[in-house]
């Protein structure tokens, strides 16, 4: 059962729901500290790089690119790409990976000459979006990753972790997409930084280790902890094919 039929939204306010989840989260969890980067390029590159594996590996290319001192946007938009894809090998797809930063730092390059503060200061944020999204390679995902880890502008990143939990609760139905899946967070949260931050890092947290795609671990689960999401994760006992147009194992822990 879907529970987005219980109508569960009419019976809170969404802001107060949304608020009541990340309370129970940070409670239970504690701060998640991300991005893990010693700068804001690194963010970036782990952004590119986390596409379609889990943390592990692209922590493995990060040490790489850490050894050959290529965690630097000049030195990365010298390198040579075939040398730059076996550095990352251990990220996947590192061939189509390092066309793909190669690709962000042109954009960077020459739209701001690998300043990030200018970057921001020169563009609209939601212009600055579209010239991410215009990048070969660069999906919503990733540019919210980008936006929001990177350049610290209030877009909230959504994911399979954030798909999977809130379907199981009945706030979405099978059939969502990124951007409506976002709009229920930046239409109803306050637009933070900070709190969006945070919230898609507890998201995740939670995502790995209790609601495991095959079979949800609801038990001591921090969002098992309030009657009325206890209720709607009853649907959570059941399998379903989930959204194939969220990426799988995207951000760090
Ligand atoms: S209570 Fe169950 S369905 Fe809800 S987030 Fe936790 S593991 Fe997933």
Redesign the pocket.
């Known amino acids: 059962m879907v529970r987005a039929d219980l109508g569960l939204w009419g019976l809170m306010s969404k802001t107060v729901l949304l608020l009541d989840m990340y309370e129970a989260m940070l409670a239970a969890l504690g701060k998640s500290g991300w991005w893990p980067a010693s700068s804001s390029f690194e963010t970036i590159v782990g952004a590119v790089l986390t596409q379609n594996t889990n943390w592990q590996n692209v922590e493995k290319a990060l040490c790489v690119l850490r050894e050959q001192n290529l965690l630097d946007p000049w030195r990365m938009e010298a390198v040579e790409e075939d040398l730059l894809a076996e550095y990352i090998r251990s990220s996947g797809y590192y061939r189509l990976k390092a066309r793909r930063l190669k690709n962000v730092v042109f954009f960077l390059r020459d739209s701001c000459d690998f300043d990030l503060d200018c970057l921001v200061a020169d563009f609209a944020a939601d212009e600055l979006r579209e010239k991410l999204l215009a990048i070969k390679g660069v999906g919503p995902e990733t540019a919210d990753t980008i936006l929001l880890y990177a350049l610290d502008l209030p877009f909230f990143v959504v994911d399979a972790y954030t798909f ?2 809130m379907n ?2 009945g706030f979405v139905p099978e059939q969502t997409c990124y951007e409506e899946l976002q709009a229920i967070f930046t239409e109803n949260l306050p637009s933070d930084a900070t709190l969006f931050n945070e919230y898609h890092a507890l998201l995740v947290r ?2 790995k280790s ?3 795609k095959k079979k ?3 038990e001591n ?4 902890c309030k009657r009325a ?2 209720k ?2 009853g ?2 006992q059941q399998k379903k094919n989930y959204s194939s147009a969220f990426i799988k194992g995207t951000g760090p822990t």
């Open positions: 999977r939990i199981r609760h939670v995502g209790w609601c495991l949800p671990v609801c689960c921090p969002l098992q999401w206890r709607a994760a649907c959570c």
